[in-house]
């Protein structure tokens, strides 16, 4: 592309009151080369009428010194053929400083706001969007519950053919097990019959659904838009299966060559299959089973003949078979232990108030006892819960059960901390557990991908088993793109729930074909026509990349050179700062990119108190933050200069080499919280990137720099109020080591 470069400064929204105007814009023109002109309102029909004239004459490598990048995204869009970089002279600038700032700091802060977003303008390229010879945007949903087929029923609506492989001999799932589902509707008191054979019957009928029962998914391969999937008889091997699970100590055998390894000759990844079926999306709709409480010996599951889970006790409902006197134990009990079972819910408390009304409608002196740590019954079923409440042979009370045995009568459950403030014992005809939902994805092998990075979904333990990317920001997503989730096996969910979930899977995959399509990334950088490219005569094999993806983006060729597969892709940028080799970029945002910003940062070498800071910060947290922050006014040092990236993971170590040896005092990385509560949208660049650190500090100790000098903290979006403390501080350590002995070298 050749480039015709223009620059604009708006003097709005107290911009020019804070900065001296002619000064910056004659920087700009004389320093970077570059014409400068300046507008009162460029975000107005005026001032967007005035860019478009320079426009016209031949513009179209455009820089806007404004406000925050994040706003004003449409006023300053001039087409597809355009270069628009964006300095924050406002949120970041003008309005984090006070009244009572100094001008001349600020005014340095303003000019390299400027600098970096100039060079930025001329170290990037157009995007060109990736685009696939030939797409399949058929949609193949795993499972025939609730979620799988509502998933199907709603994907096949919004014109799209799908294939529904069920694993049983019949759609329907768990729910066909059912004898009541819960109220719908108001007064949200009375139990519904069971509308699974309707859903059953839609899907059946419907022309644009193929539905395989008897049939599990022996293999995926591919990428969205072209996946290839393999299918098998349910229950029967396949050589696609993925590795059997070995323990340590066997592993140990192995390896001595003392035992067989199981795993011999099974190599899925990279293999080719014929028989493959082509797909565009999937959807994960496999759902749970009931946990094992076996483990609890004081409750007598598994030695006691009437002591049954909540799901045993459906059947034995359905049968017609309800005791008149039934407890229903809600958590396992123990002194001091006020938890419940593994994997109990709020679907799992009203599933016991649902059953005690069996209990009722079964029996006219029937009574139900309810014992529970935790009743949780959200949204309308606190109205069924009511109702519960108001029959007078329904008893509720929180209790830790200490025992369950036979006696004379049946059965004794003996407990203590009851609402009571009693310990109290109770005769009843059977005992039923409330075993958790435990997703299909914690144990087992749901899903077989054919990838480098295995088959199976990454690090699920962190969220116990449920194959989930982003529950908060990013539903139904996986840590695989274009295979969504939803049901039991994303979430604990009742009916309707799950019809919600399914929904929504269904639209993701929908979104993610139609994204593929048109060459995109997917959420979180929806629309994003950028992808990393490879120079791969340098690659050295290293395989972090590889390693590092969150998403299993990249598989190996046979040489061991990593093999891109785009659509999977979103863009975050890891690959890149993993790259010793600087190889990977993308056209609008590189190693070399950030490195010229970095370089045109201006670090005064004849004056201590003018030291410089470098914040790298996580565009998806950190950035909006800091915009939040100078929108209340709250101050922030004026020493540091701030770069927005992706993701703290595809921040590159070259970058903090280039800060420090251009004389800059100090590196700060913000990146989004990680750990157990973590919020990275692209799950672990954070986290990443403060291992990285830590090797980078061994390396400044070597040259003789305090490892101090860089640093990494973690930003949650709503943390505006905090983090002019977090930067403040920082710029407080930097001060008392002193200035980077290096500058001016």
């Not at 139990?191 to 293999?219: F, G, W, Y």
């Amino acid at each position: 592309m050749d480039k015709k470069k223009q620059a604009y400064v708006c003097t709005g929204c107290g911009i020019g009151d804070a900065l001296d105007i002619e000064a910056l814009t004659g920087m700009i023109s004389s320093e970077m080369s570059v014409d400068c002109k300046s507008h009162a309102a460029l975000c107005s029909k005026d001032g967007r009428a005035f860019i478009e004239a320079d426009i016209k004459d031949g513009v179209n490598t455009i820089t806007i010194g404004a406000c925050s990048l994040r706003v004003m995204q449409d006023e300053f869009d001039f087409g597809e053929d355009k270069i628009v970089t964006r300095a924050n002279l406002r949120e970041q600038c003008a309005w984090c400083q006070g009244e009572d700032a100094d001008a001349e700091y600020v005014q340095e802060l303003g000019s390299d706001n400027m600098r970096m977003a100039v060079v930025k303008a001329d170290k990037q390229d157009l995007p060109e969007p990736y685009q696939l010879e030939k797409i399949t945007k058929d949609i193949l949903v795993m499972g025939g519950g609730i979620a799988g087929l509502t998933a199907a029923k709603e994907a096949a609506k919004a014109g799209y053919a799908v294939t529904l492989v069920e694993k049983a001999a019949a759609l329907g799932g768990k729910a066909l097990g059912w004898r009541k589902q819960f109220p719908t509707k108001a007064p949200w008191t009375d139990l519904q019959e069971p509308t699974i054979a309707d859903m059953v019957h839609s899907v059946e009928s419907d022309a644009n659904i193929t539905v395989k029962t008897e049939t599990e998914v022996a293999r995926i391969a591919g990428a969205p838009g072209v996946y290839k999937v393999t299918f098998k008889a349910a229950g029967t091997a396949s050589e696609w299966d993925a590795p059997a699970k070995v323990a340590v100590d066997e592993q140990d055998a192995i390896d001595k060559g003392d035992v067989e390894d199981p795993n011999a000759g099974k190599n899925p990844y990279m293999q080719e299959n014929p028989e493959a079926v082509d797909f565009g999306g999937v959807v994960l709709a496999t759902g749970w089973k009931p946990a094992d409480v076996s483990e609890y010996e004081h409750l007598g599951y598994g030695t006691l003949k009437n002591v049954v889970t909540n799901a045993e006790f459906e059947k034995l409902a359905k049968a017609g078979k309800v005791p008149a006197k039934v407890a229903f134990v809600q958590s396992p009990g123990g002194k001091d232990d006020d938890k419940d079972f593994p994997y109990c819910n709020s679907v799992t408390s009203m599933v016991a108030l649902k059953q005690a009304k069996y209990v009722r409608e079964d029996n006219p002196d029937g009574q139900a006892f309810i014992l529970y740590q935790h009743m949780r019954t959200p949204g309308h079923m606190e109205m069924f819960y009511k109702g519960i409440q108001d029959d007078d042979g329904i008893f509720l009370t929180k209790a830790a059960v200490t025992k369950v045995e036979e006696s004379d009568a049946g059965l004794t459950v003996s407990m203590q901390d009851t609402l009571l403030n009693d310990d109290v014992s109770l005769d009843v005809d059977m005992v039923v557990l409330a075993a958790g939902m435990i997703p299909t994805t914690k144990d087992e092998a749901t899903i077989n991908l054919a990838y480098r990075q295995g088959p199976a979904f990454l690090d699920l333990d962190l969220f116990e088993g449920y194959a989930d990317s982003h529950f908060i920001c990013f539903p139904y997503e996986t840590r695989r793109t274009g295979v969504y989730a939803c049901g039991g096996v994303r979430k604990a969910a009742n009916m309707e729930e799950t019809i919600d979930d399914a929904t929504g899977a269904a639209l993701k995959a929908i979104q993610c074909i139609e994204s593929v399509d048109h060459g995109v990334a997917v959420h979180p950088r929806s629309g994003d026509k950028t992808f990393p490219e490879f120079f791969f005569q340098r690659c050295t094999q290293c395989k972090r990349c590889t390693e590092e993806c969150p998403f299993g983006a990249l598989d190996d060729d046979e040489k061991g050179t990593p093999l891109p597969n785009p659509t999977r892709c979103r863009r975050c940028g890891t690959c890149m700062g993993a790259c010793p080799e600087r190889i990977i970029g993308f056209k609008d945002y590189n190693i070399d990119m950030i490195g010229s910003m970095i370089k045109a940062i201006e670090v005064p070498d004849d004056d201590e108190d003018k030291l410089r800071i470098l914040a790298l910060v996580c565009e998806n947290d950190a950035y909006p933050a800091l915009d939040m922050a100078g929108m209340r006014r709250n101050k922030i040092n004026n020493l540091v200069r701030v770069i927005p990236v992706r993701c703290l993971g595809s921040v590159n170590m070259v970058w903090i080499k280039d800060a420090m040896s251009s004389g800059m005092d100090g590196v700060i990385l913000l990146g989004c919280k990680y750990g157990d509560d973590y919020q990275c949208h692209f799950v672990k660049g954070s986290e990443i990137a403060s291992k990285r650190m830590e090797n980078i500090g061994e390396t400044l100790g070597t040259l003789g720099l305090e490892p101090e000098r860089c640093a990494t903290r973690q930003v949650a979006i709503t943390d505006y109020d905090k983090i002019p403390d977090i930067i403040n501080e920082f710029v407080e350590e930097i001060i008392e080591l002193g200035p980077n002995p290096f500058k001016g070298f």
